[in-house]
């Protein structure tokens, strides 16, 4: 060992010893800071099944390639990450001595090989990611990025150590290559034979070069250990355990469908016996999020896929996904020494810590403790309202998350301390809870005129406990039976069922609300009253069937959603299809024949909580392929124009998790932004699939002045026009003209 090679090791070993150290202590401070959450106990199960998920969505890459370059280029840098480790701990051999190479594998020529193209395809890809981050810098001109209140220089600096320490990796090379101590052949390392042309024969060079990648590989852990709210760098360890403990790692996408129940102490609460004093309802404060809640939080890359998709974001709403957890992020870490040193609120307000402990806390993280978790820039809330009550509850930022956050989740958790404890949300919204208290639909309708739409049909709609014998149980839904455009979508399902010959009956007045709108505004109470009803109801109407032959039918697909997905939560299992995937199975079994093309082009607006929340993508479609095609194969005039955004990138109609009852006063109307889009596919018809999506899109189109040029009606009417085209001048759903 020469003097060169003396100093380079002291070197390399003492900022080692540093950057080791303040890993550790980060380490134990994200751990100590995570477990001040709530328990969660159905984090745990089937762990087989998590791990299979948690390695396909990392190693396959699976949620990331759905932005192809952005995911193939971020597949390369994480391999490049985790294999060309090796090749940093190869360094501290190589800091010893010019010849030095890591034991056993470090000759092989197809180690070589792999860790050569492994660098030069890194190299190339964070070229990529970083060229894609300049261009969507959110200074840039032109719109919003979805980097917006992302911490540039964070990612600009994890982007730019990983260059180097590619770059420095061919340097070292390259030197063996000059000094002839290069293990590999011209075929295996062509790049770094062609580095070792240009460099000098110095000896030396190598163990320079190698304590400079060293330096510089320490000097991102020592960064990144000083601030352990860096996501964009610590997400590579954290996302293996955020992804592993997703609420239901066998789901397409886990945080979608069904609502995490409301929980105190990891235990769903049970409103009969619950004791706001004692028991948590809803989140107030940061520490009473779960334990993954705060793992989320801290996962996060801010990469901002989630804000680009938010329907509110991309409509001048203050609500972004991504700042959202970030800030309840910031607020949790800033909070942590209060908390860790015995602070804290119990549930009826007072303070847990002593008078002689906060005495030495530190100031800061007490004046951080005193901040509402709910609360206006004036009254130095970390989450303003306006940012709680803007969400769709759509799904969008769940759908795109790279690493499994549950943004959704967490929204519905804070509004529900601010409706059941509170009593603080949108006050238009108040009525349409009234009306499901008092009424049980939040049209405030009288329960006896819920059958009113089976009036002036040309056949008898049967009553369960009038007959026995039915194959499907017909959900109607509040919309399908009180609101005049829904009425005419329940009527063209009821028809064709009796056309194709389908055994099925209603509720009637038995039925009530499926409690959707009060659970996504938070109001569990209201929606378990609710739901325990038709739980009640359904199970006595299915009395003796197995679950396979308990089947229900919804046209509305945040029915179709409660039923089949949270009834479970309360004893009621069912089987549960939407209307679209029935007349699907119908049509494809020659039971319904299309007769009638429908001509002016149709496109499909994918209602959230059917698309993006269910995955029933195809079957909507295959409906109205079949009614377009008509009955000779001819496609119509038009056929069937996708929209940009569809499928699980549909964008929102804008009445989701109750926002249907809630004005939309700040930024533009989200259903006048879908209109836009569908209008801009030429299509004289806009199909749907949701009494709620053909609310708010018929309101803007008529919004628009284009109610005479654009119709949006429900596939069902689409089909029906093709199947029994005598009836479509009686059932149309073009809404009135506005003004």
Avoid at 54 to 77: D, I, P, Q
Avoid at 138 to 148: A, D, E, L, Y
Avoid at 236 to 241: E, G, I, N, P, S
Avoid at 541 to 558: D, L, M, N, Q, Y
Wanted: hydrophobic residues 45%; negative net charge; contains cysteine.
């Amino acid at each position: 060992m020469g003097s060169v090679q003396i100093v380079t090791t002291i070197l390399a070993f003492a900022i080692t010893a540093v950057a080791v150290w303040l890993a550790v202590r980060a380490v134990m401070k994200m751990v100590a800071v995570i477990r001040l959450g709530q328990p969660d106990p159905t984090r745990f199960g089937d762990p087989g099944t998590r791990t299979k998920t948690m390695l396909a969505e990392t190693a396959g890459h699976t949620r990331m390639l759905r932005w192809s370059v952005v995911g193939a280029a971020h597949w390369f840098v994480m391999v490049g990450f985790i294999v060309l480790s090796l090749l940093v701990l190869e360094a501290y051999f190589e800091v010893v001595s010019p010849t030095g190479g890591l034991p056993l594998v470090g000759n092989w020529a197809i180690y070589g090989l792999v860790t050569e193209w492994l660098a030069i395809l890194g190299i190339v890809s964070i070229l990529v990611l970083i060229a894609i981050r300049l261009r969507n810098r959110p200074t840039r001109p032109g719109g919003k990025s979805r980097f917006t209140g992302s911490t540039m220089w964070q990612g600009y600096f994890v982007e730019g150590i990983i260059l180097a320490v590619l770059i420095m990796g061919f340097v070292i090379r390259g030197f063996k290559v000059a000094t002839d101590h290069f293990e590999y052949p011209v075929w295996a390392a062509p790049l770094s034979h062609a580095v070792g042309g240009v460099l000098p024969n110095w000896a030396a060079g190598v163990s320079v070069a190698a304590l400079v990648k060293i330096v510089i590989s320490m000097t991102w852990l020592i960064v990144i250990s000083l601030n352990v709210t860096m996501g964009v760098a610590w997400h590579r360890f954290l996302a293996f355990f955020n992804i592993f403990f997703k609420r239901d790692p066998g789901a397409n996408v886990s945080g979608l469908g069904a609502l995490r129940p409301m929980t105190s102490q990891g235990k769903p609460l049970d409103f009969e016996e619950a004791d706001p004093e004692k028991d948590q309802f809803g989140v107030a404060q940061v520490e009473q999020f779960t334990w993954k809640g705060l793992l989320d939080f801290s996962t996060c890359t801010e990469c901002g896929r989630c804000q680009s998709q938010c329907p509110a974001w991309n409509t001048g709403k203050p609500l972004s996904p991504k700042l959202l957890v970030l800030s309840l992020r910031d607020h949790a870490y800033a909070k942590a020494p209060y908390l860790l040193a015995g602070g804290g609120k119990d549930l009826t307000g007072e303070e847990k810590a002593t008078a002689a402990q906060l005495a030495h806390m530190d100031v800061l993280a007490l004046a951080e403790a005193e901040k509402p978790l709910i609360g206006t820039a004036e009254e130095g809330g970390i989450i303003d309202p306006d940012v709680l009550w803007s969400c769709t509850t759509c799904g969008a930022c769940v759908e795109q998350c790279p690493v499994d956050i549950e943004h959704v989740d967490h929204i519905v958790d804070m509004r529900r301390y601010q409706v059941l404890i509170e009593s603080s949300f949108p006050s238009e919204a108040g009525v349409m809870l009234r009306n499901l208290e008092n009424k049980g639909n939040p049209w405030g309708a009288p329960q006896n005129t819920r059958e009113d739409w089976t009036k002036g049909l040309d056949f008898e709609v049967p009553r369960v406990g009038e007959v026995d014998d039915f194959e499907y149980l017909f959900w109607v839904g509040c919309a399908g039976a009180f609101e005049d455009r829904a009425k005419k979508t329940t009527r063209a399902v009821a028809t064709l069922l009796n056309e194709a010959g389908v055994k099925f009956a209603i509720l009637g007045e038995g039925e009530t609300c499926s409690g959707d709108p009060a659970r996504r505004i938070g109001n569990e109470f209201v929606f378990q009253m609710l739901a325990q009803q038709n739980v009640e109801t359904l199970n006595e109407a299915f009395e003796g069937r197995e679950k396979s032959k308990r089947k229900i039918v919804a046209t509305c697909p945040h029915c179709f959603n409660t039923l089949g997905n949270e009834y479970g939560q309360l004893g009621g299992e069912f089987e549960v299809v939407h209307h679209t995937q029935l007349l699907a199975h119908l049509v494809a079994t020659g039971k319904l024949t299309p007769v009638q093309p429908v001509d002016g082009g149709v496109t499909y607006h994918d209602p959230c909580y059917l698309g993006r929340h269910n995955r029933v993508f195809a079957p909507p479609r295959e409906v109205l392929g079949s009614a377009i095609a008509g009955g000779d194969g001819a496609s119509g005039d038009g056929g069937l124009i996708e929209m940009p955004r569809n499928s699980e990138r549909s964008f929102c109609c804008g009445a989701g998790g109750a926002r249907m009852w809630m004005e939309e006063k700040i930024g533009k109307r989200i259903n006048v932004d879908r209109v836009e889009e569908a209008m801009s596919t030429g299509a004289k018809t806009v199909a749907v699939g949701c009494p709620f999506c053909s609310t708010m899109l018929n309101d803007g189109v008529n919004g628009k002045g284009a109610g005479e040029q654009v119709e949006v009606v429900d596939v069902a009417s689409v089909l029906l026009r093709s199947v029994k085209p005598e009836q479509a001048p009686g059932d149309t759903e073009r809404a009135p003209a506005a003004g």
